[in-house]
T-cell receptor
Framework: GAGVSQSPSNKVTEKGKDVELRCDPISGHTALYWYRQSLGQGLEFLIYFQGNSAPDKSGLPSDRFSAERTGGSVSTLTIQRTQQEDSAVYLC????????FGQGTRLTVV | GQQLNQSPQSMFIQEGEDVSMNCTSSSIFNTWLWYKQDPGEGPVLLIALYKAGELTSNGRLTAQFGITRKDSFLNISASIPSDVGIYFCAGQDAGTYKYIFGTGTRLKVLA
């Protein structure tokens, strides 16, 4: 596609359930980022993938969070046993020379 | 996580005023990017800068890549209400090629 695509755009889940968020980067972009943004706040770095290198997972807030990137393209962010404090917008970006963001997934844990 | 120092954190200005915000880093960057985020949307790329000293405009927006390669600023001239939003900078680390994003400047324009 022409831009970074994220799905779903909105997700409401019950506390304790697992969720998967998907990111389709721009074709050919080797770098992919996941960020979390609480309402009106800045970007909280979660994880960074670059080509075939080991991902930079230094921003993942707990072991309930994990992400993978299959075939150097699509990425999935998984949150296990969701908690209310996980409610936020999850943004994905991909980059080559410039970085572009998706529209985000708004996650609400009830 | 890694972040750039972006200032100011927030600002209220009158319509018609000029706005300036900047980002500084301890690392040298290859590229600086500036984004605007509207409520409920993802950040949208406004301006890209590729070399030290470069000055680039996009309408009422002007951005510069600092000569030390460790800073950048964004100016908005004659602000209008639709300039409201969060502005982010991002720099591409010269060593790792990883993009680091700023903490954001929240701009509110008073009509």
């Amino acid at each position: 596609g022409a831009g970074v695509s994220q799905s779903p755009s909105n997700k409401v889940t019950e506390k304790g359930k697992d969720v998967e968020l998907r990111c389709d980067p721009i074709s050919g972009h080797t770098a992919l980022y996941w960020y979390r943004q609480s309402l009106g706040q800045g970007l909280e770095f979660l994880i960074y993938f670059q080509g075939n290198s080991a991902p930079d997972k230094s921003g993942l807030p707990s072991d309930r969070f994990s992400a993978e990137r299959t075939g150097g393209s699509v990425s999935t962010l998984t949150i296990q046993r969701t908690q209310q404090e996980d409610s936020a917008v999850y943004l994905c970006a991909s980059s080559s020379q410039e970085a572009f963001f998706g529209q985000g997934t708004r996650l609400t844990v009830v | 996580g890694q972040q750039l120092n972006q200032s100011p954190q927030s600002m209220f200005i009158q319509e018609g005023e000029d706005v300036s915000m900047n980002c500084t880093s301890s690392s040298i960057f290859n590229t600086w990017l500036w984004y605007k985020q509207d409520p409920g949307e993802g950040p949208v790329l406004l301006i890209a800068l590729y070399k030290a000293g470069e000055l680039t405009s996009n309408g009422r927006l002007t951005a510069q890549f600092g000569i030390t390669r460790k800073d950048s600023f964004l100016n908005i001239s004659a602000s209008i209400p639709s300039d409201v939003g969060i502005y982010f900078c991002a720099g591409q680390d010269a060593g790792t090629y990883k993009y680091i994003f700023g903490t954001g400047t929240r701009l509110k324009v008073l009509a």
